[in-house]
């Protein structure tokens, strides 16, 4: 535990070092999730439901850049650095390596996402959750399972260089199917909404809603976050890359 704290502290020294993590992870998390709903409050006031759709809708965007995309880049550069190789070297086993790295993305995400919450309530008059402590349980689990499943897409990317764009259609898909870009898969077809659902934001966004209004199936939510788990375990397990590849 000692040594997992220890590589946790050491991503979060370099995560508020980096200008790129903080223009791209803080900044525009921030941005988009005050930003975009209090102008909304501002346009359309004393409607308290299209301000929480929003929230909620955003809140899985930003989970997903700051979690899932941070972790996809973080660990792609580290890989190409030959850090994780050398970090391997030191005696770290790799739960300790890999566990710490995303200890840290996702506790940053956390924090943005309760940021964004306090402040929405404070300036944009947004609704207390009727179970606060459902909804800060969904916002870190889904941390965590999107900063696992952004290690795991690791696998897919080629080069550090690449780790955003090839991660940016999770942001697109994430924003598209909980609501984040407005009320579009209103005008697709039923089954894509279906379908977006089953991504990871679909159960943080479904929990989250369940703590804010009561409304929606808090244990499938729980089963969406659990089978994503197992899926970003098992990709971790048998195709995670410590190493660049060979040219």
Request: hydrophobic content about 55%; cysteine-free.
């Amino acid at each position: 535990m000692r040594d997992f704290m220890a590589v946790a502290r050491f991503g979060g020294r370099l995560y508020w070092r980096d200008k790129v993590a903080l223009s791209t992870s803080v900044a525009l998390s921030l941005g988009l999730g005050i930003g975009m709903p209090f102008l909304m409050a501002k346009l359309r006031p004393g409607d308290p439901g299209l301000l929480l759709d929003m929230h909620l809708g955003l809140l899985a965007m930003i989970m997903t850049i700051a979690a899932l995309l941070q972790a996809a880049v973080n660990l792609s550069a580290r890989r190409d650095q030959l850090i994780l190789k050398r970090m391997r070297a030191t005696g770290l086993n790799d739960r300790e390596i890999i566990g710490g790295e995303l200890a840290n993305i996702a506790a940053q995400a956390v924090l943005l996402a309760l940021v964004v919450t306090v402040v929405l309530y404070v300036a944009a008059g947004m609704p207390t959750p009727g179970s606060p402590l459902v909804l800060v349980a969904f916002v870190v689990a889904g941390a965590g399972v999107l900063a696992l499943l952004g290690a795991a897409w690791t696998v897919a990317i080629s080069r550090a260089e690449l780790a955003a764009a090839v991660t940016m259609p999770w942001f697109m898909l994430a924003g598209l199917g909980a609501g984040g870009f407005g009320p579009i898969t209103q005008l697709l077809p039923s089954w894509v909404g279906t379908v977006l659902n089953l991504l990871p934001t679909g159960g943080i966004v479904e929990g989250a809603r369940f703590a804010y209004t009561g409304e929606g199936n808090v244990l499938l939510a729980l089963l969406n976050l659990v089978v994503w788990t197992a899926i970003g375990l098992i990709v971790l397990r048998y195709r995670f890359r410590w190493e660049p590849r060979k040219s």
